[in-house]
Protein backbone atom coordinates (compact mmCIF):
# COMPACT_ATOMS: atom_id res chain seq x y z
CA UNK A 1 0.00 0.00 0.00
CA UNK A 2 1.47 3.77 -1.02
CA UNK A 3 0.24 6.65 0.77
CA UNK A 4 0.45 9.31 -0.73
CA UNK A 5 -0.26 13.05 1.69
CA UNK A 6 -1.02 16.44 0.59
CA UNK A 7 -2.25 19.70 1.33
CA UNK A 8 -0.14 21.03 4.09
CA UNK A 9 1.61 24.58 3.90
CA UNK A 10 1.13 28.17 6.14
CA UNK A 11 -1.38 29.54 7.52
CA UNK A 12 -2.45 31.90 10.38
CA UNK A 13 -3.60 30.96 13.82
CA UNK A 14 -7.31 30.37 13.76
CA UNK A 15 -7.34 29.46 10.24
CA UNK A 16 -7.88 25.76 8.37
CA UNK A 17 -6.05 23.57 6.66
CA UNK A 18 -7.67 20.22 4.94
CA UNK A 19 -4.43 17.48 4.44
CA UNK A 20 -5.85 14.61 2.17
CA UNK A 21 -4.06 10.96 1.51
CA UNK A 22 -4.77 8.79 -1.09
CA UNK A 23 -3.99 5.17 -0.91
CA UNK A 24 -2.75 2.95 -3.57
CA UNK A 25 -5.15 0.54 -2.42
CA UNK A 26 -7.88 -0.45 0.16
CA UNK A 27 -7.95 -4.06 0.05
CA UNK A 28 -6.61 -5.11 3.16
CA UNK A 29 -6.97 -1.91 5.21
CA UNK A 30 -8.39 -2.12 8.98
CA UNK A 31 -7.15 1.41 9.95
CA UNK A 32 -6.59 4.45 8.74
CA UNK A 33 -5.00 7.51 10.39
CA UNK A 34 -3.00 10.63 10.98
CA UNK A 35 0.22 11.14 13.12
CA UNK A 36 2.42 14.42 13.42
CA UNK A 37 5.84 15.19 14.62
CA UNK A 38 7.02 18.48 15.64
CA UNK A 39 11.12 19.10 15.81
CA UNK A 40 12.46 17.37 18.55
CA UNK A 41 9.58 15.47 19.75
CA UNK A 42 8.26 12.09 18.94
CA UNK A 43 5.40 11.02 16.44
CA UNK A 44 2.12 11.68 17.98
CA UNK A 45 -1.61 9.97 16.80
CA UNK A 46 -3.63 12.97 15.79
CA UNK A 47 -6.82 10.97 14.31
CA UNK A 48 -7.83 7.46 13.45
CA UNK A 49 -10.64 6.01 11.98
CA UNK A 50 -12.05 2.24 11.86
CA UNK A 51 -12.47 1.23 8.34
CA UNK A 52 -15.39 -1.29 9.05
CA UNK A 53 -16.93 0.58 11.40
CA UNK A 54 -16.34 4.34 11.00
CA UNK A 55 -15.40 4.87 14.41
CA UNK A 56 -12.99 7.40 15.21
CA UNK A 57 -10.62 8.79 17.94
CA UNK A 58 -9.04 12.00 18.57
CA UNK A 59 -5.72 13.23 20.57
CA UNK A 60 -7.38 15.40 23.21
CA UNK A 61 -4.85 18.28 21.89
CA UNK A 62 -7.15 18.20 18.67
CA UNK A 63 -10.61 17.04 19.82
CA UNK A 64 -13.41 19.67 18.88
CA UNK A 65 -11.19 21.00 16.24
CA UNK A 66 -10.05 17.86 13.56
CA UNK A 67 -12.07 16.03 11.91
CA UNK A 68 -11.17 12.63 10.20
CA UNK A 69 -13.35 11.38 7.33
CA UNK A 70 -12.51 8.67 4.72
CA UNK A 71 -13.93 8.11 1.19
CA UNK A 72 -14.13 4.83 0.48
CA UNK A 73 -14.59 5.17 -3.33
CA UNK A 74 -11.58 7.05 -3.72
CA UNK A 75 -9.23 5.26 -1.33
CA UNK A 76 -8.42 8.21 0.83
CA UNK A 77 -8.81 9.88 4.23
CA UNK A 78 -8.93 13.48 4.94
CA UNK A 79 -7.78 15.53 8.25
CA UNK A 80 -10.17 19.00 8.38
CA UNK A 81 -8.29 20.98 10.72
CA UNK A 82 -9.93 23.96 12.30
CA UNK A 83 -9.13 26.71 14.38
CA UNK A 84 -5.28 26.05 14.45
CA UNK A 85 -2.84 27.11 16.67
CA UNK A 86 0.96 27.90 16.92
CA UNK A 87 1.42 23.98 18.66
CA UNK A 88 -0.54 22.08 15.80
CA UNK A 89 3.06 22.73 13.95
CA UNK A 90 4.84 19.53 12.33
CA UNK A 91 4.71 17.16 9.81
CA UNK A 92 1.80 15.22 9.61
CA UNK A 93 1.82 11.54 8.45
CA UNK A 94 -1.18 9.44 7.31
CA UNK A 95 -0.59 5.97 8.15
CA UNK A 96 -2.51 2.57 7.06
CA UNK A 97 -3.10 -0.74 8.91
CA UNK A 98 -4.11 -3.85 7.22
CA UNK A 99 -5.22 -7.00 8.25
CA UNK A 100 -1.65 -8.92 7.57
CA UNK A 101 0.04 -7.03 10.70
CA UNK A 102 1.61 -3.91 8.43
CA UNK A 103 1.46 -0.31 8.91
CA UNK A 104 2.38 1.84 6.40
CA UNK A 105 3.57 5.21 5.95
CA UNK A 106 2.92 8.35 3.65
CA UNK A 107 5.90 11.32 3.27
CA UNK A 108 4.34 13.27 5.38
CA UNK A 109 3.24 16.75 4.78
CA UNK A 110 4.49 20.45 6.74
CA UNK A 111 1.67 22.33 8.59
CA UNK A 112 3.34 25.31 9.75
CA UNK A 113 0.57 27.46 12.07
CA UNK A 114 2.23 31.24 12.97
CA UNK A 115 0.57 33.46 15.59
Known amino acids: VQLQASGGGLVQAGGSLRLSCAAS???????MGWYRQAPGKQRDLVAT????????GYADSVEGRFTISRDYAKNTVDLQMNNLKPEDTAVYYC??????????WGQGTQVTVSS
Open 49 to 56: MISNSGST
Open 95 to 104: TAATTWGSNY
Open 25 to 31: SSIGIIR
